[in-house]
């Protein structure tokens, strides 16, 4: 994997919705999407963004407690999990995760949670706190027109 792009400037909740939608724009079934970043970096901004530009205005709630939401997403399934409450990796399998991915497009949030079962090939998204705003890291995305 190469070395992370420029940061992307996101200078508001708007520009994290639009990320999101420039990204769901060129995701193949089988994708799976680190989102990583500290609590309140827009994670889950950046997932309802993504998952709203298919489906328009659905509720896209995070899926602290549930782990997993899935979504019908036109003919492709997309899973947006939250794996902070994950206690061991091998519970990934129980939540049908591991067969999820390679097959529907996945976006993970605490994807650390997974160890080695997080695939190496993952895109990642990396949101940090920048001054005002956010920014966003992109890597693993070369050859896509983001």
Do not use: N
């Amino acid at each position: 994997m190469m070395a992370p792009v420029k940061p992307i400037p996101l200078k508001s909740e708007a520009d994290t919705l639009a990320l999101g939608a420039r990204l769901a724009a060129v995701l193949r079934p089988g994708d799976t999407v680190r989102l990583s970043g500290g609590l309140g970096a827009g994670k889950t901004t950046l997932a309802r963004g993504l998952i709203q530009s298919r489906l328009g205005a659905v509720e896209v709630p995070s899926p602290t407690y549930t782990l997993v939401q899935a979504y019908d997403w036109g003919e492709e399934e997309l899973w947006h999990c939250d794996l902070y409450r994950l206690e061991r990796p091998d519970d990934a399998y129980e939540l049908g995760l591991i067969d999820a991915m390679g097959e529907a497009v996945v976006l993970l949030e605490w994807a650390d949670r997974l160890g080695p079962l997080c695939p190496a090939d993952a895109l990642s998204v990396e949101l940090d706190f920048e001054g005002d705003g956010r920014a966003a890291l992109l890597s693993g995305w070369e050859g896509r027109d983001v």
